[in-house]
């Protein structure tokens, strides 16, 4: 047997339909609009659960496996999945295909979710479409043909339900809810504004490719939300960049100063950044001014 041939089928790890999509929605917005009115809401305790999600899913989905911004233990990487995982954005190899064609199609025609096609089409609409999964490039991920990612993969369904169970052991029905329902739905909209609202409303300040169709913006506001995923311009014109945010003193990025905290205690190391300018004054996070 060659090595190709012993290599798993990444298809078969399809962490999505858009069947089973529908109905998680539909269930989840439900249960979100309920928790308001059956109990007493812990706002602080959902919001917690939602940053530590959303960091999950934008230093680990987006910044770490799509983009590799930085390198990292294969324990930790297996954490990011995890939590990714619980996220319910569809599974690592999904999430990260997905977005690695957005990025070589972005605003074309071929690209999954842009606003040429409607804002509910670009925020969430495309999530209920039965094709997209059948136009998933599985051989744009081969870098996450690795065991201990696909044992996550594979384990997916098992992960949810042991942390549903363990909440409800701790917490309760409500736990459910405050702990895990809330925060997912917070942050399938916090993640899914960088698609819709910052394609569509902000400052286009660098080209970004595909030249002549790229319509990534910088956002303020949607960056406040999202933890500097907003600052979607940078984003598309620097890649790999781990920061972005700071590409101006004003630009907040939460998620960054995250990975600086990582970084500092040796779990992550190999930082890209963006090239520092022999006339830039010195900012706190060691980046130029532009």
């Given at each position: 047997m060659t090595v190709r041939e012993a290599e798993p089928d990444?298809?078969?790890?399809?962490?999505?339909?858009?069947?089973s999509t529908k109905?998680?929605?539909?269930?989840?917005?439900?249960?979100?609009?309920?928790?308001?009115?059956?109990?007493?809401?812990?706002?602080?305790?959902?919001?917690?659960?939602?940053?530590?999600l959303q960091v999950g899913v934008f230093a680990g989905f987006h910044r770490y496996f799509?983009?590799?911004?930085?390198?990292t233990h294969p324990w930790f990487e297996s954490v990011l999945a995890a939590l990714g995982c619980l996220a319910n954005q569809g599974g690592l190899l999904w999430w990260v295909s997905e977005h690695r064609h957005h990025h070589r199609t972005a605003d074309t025609d071929a690209d999954f979710h842009s606003p040429r096609d409607g804002f509910w089409h670009s925020h969430m609409g495309w999530l209920l479409r039965d094709d997209i999964d059948d136009r998933i490039k599985w051989d744009l991920i081969p870098d996450l043909r690795r065991p201990h990612l696909l044992w996550v993969e594979r384990h997916d369904t098992a992960i949810k339900?042991?942390?549903?169970?363990?909440?409800?052991?701790?917490?309760?029905?409500?736990?459910?809810?405050?702990?895990?329902?809330?925060?997912?739905?917070?942050c399938w909209h916090t993640s899914l504004a960088t698609n819709s609202f910052c394609h569509a409303f902000g400052?286009?300040?660098a080209a970004c490719p595909p030249k002549g169709s790229c319509a990534a913006r910088n956002n303020a506001l949607v960056a406040l939300v999202n933890l500097g995923?907003?600052?979607?311009?940078?984003?598309?014109?620097?890649?790999?960049?781990?920061?972005?945010?700071?590409?101006?003193?004003?630009?907040?990025?939460?998620?960054?100063?995250?990975?600086?905290?990582?970084?500092?205690?040796?779990?992550i190391w190999d930082v890209k950044r963006r090239p520092r300018r022999r006339d830039a004054h010195d900012l706190p996070l060691g980046m130029d001014a532009a």
């Open positions: 990444l298809a078969q790890y399809k962490g999505r339909s858009a069947a109905v998680s929605f539909l269930i989840a917005h439900l249960l979100f609009a309920a928790y308001w009115f059956v109990g007493t809401p812990n706002v602080p305790g959902a919001l917690l659960v939602w940053f530590i799509a983009h590799r911004s930085y390198k339900l042991a942390y549903a169970a363990t909440l409800a052991l701790l917490f309760g029905w409500y736990g459910i809810l405050t702990y895990w329902i809330v925060p997912v739905v917070l400052s286009h300040r995923e907003g600052w979607h311009n940078n984003h598309h014109a620097h890649p790999t960049y781990a920061h972005h945010g700071f590409h101006r003193w004003y630009e907040l990025d939460v998620v960054y100063l995250f990975l600086l905290v990582l970084e500092r205690l040796g779990i």
